[in-house]
């Protein structure tokens, strides 16, 4: 059964980071892609980062250079590190697996955990 928890949400001021975590289980973590998406109150769900099982990565033009998307296979364990946090980032973080593997059909979401951001 795969398994995955987010961690790290937290309330934070403006220019503040965070690390959010995802721990996976139930498959080999190494071959799936990993990917973050957030949902703000009012708005549709958009994809914040992604990285692919041969560790390519990719991420949205509204957090290029200040998020960053990795993961630890020997921990099973894709971080988001997000630094210079604006109010606009506040929202609901999900992390999602895609057993293709190419950051374009996730099959599997974890519960979300909350980012809020105060100027």
């Known amino acids: 059964q795969v398994q995955l928890v987010e961690s790290g949400g937290d309330s934070v001021q403006a220019g503040g980071s965070l690390t959010l975590s995802c721990a996976v289980s139930?498959?080999?973590?190494?071959?799936?892609?990993m990917g973050w998406f957030r949902q703000a109150p009012g708005k549709e769900r958009e994809v914040v980062a992604c990285?692919?099982?041969?560790?390519?990565?990719a991420s949205a033009a509204s957090v290029k250079g200040r998020f960053t998307i990795s993961q630890d296979n020997a921990k099973n364990t894709v971080y988001l590190q997000m630094n210079s946090l604006k109010s606009e980032d506040t929202a609901m973080y999900y992390c999602?697996?895609?057993?293709?593997?190419?950051?374009?059909?996730?099959?599997?979401w974890g519960q979300g955990t909350q980012v809020t951001v105060s100027s």
């Open positions: 999602a697996a895609d057993p293709v593997g190419s950051c374009t059909d996730f099959s599997y």
């Open positions: 990285i692919t099982s041969d560790h390519f990565t």
């Open positions: 139930g498959y080999t973590f190494s071959t799936y892609s």
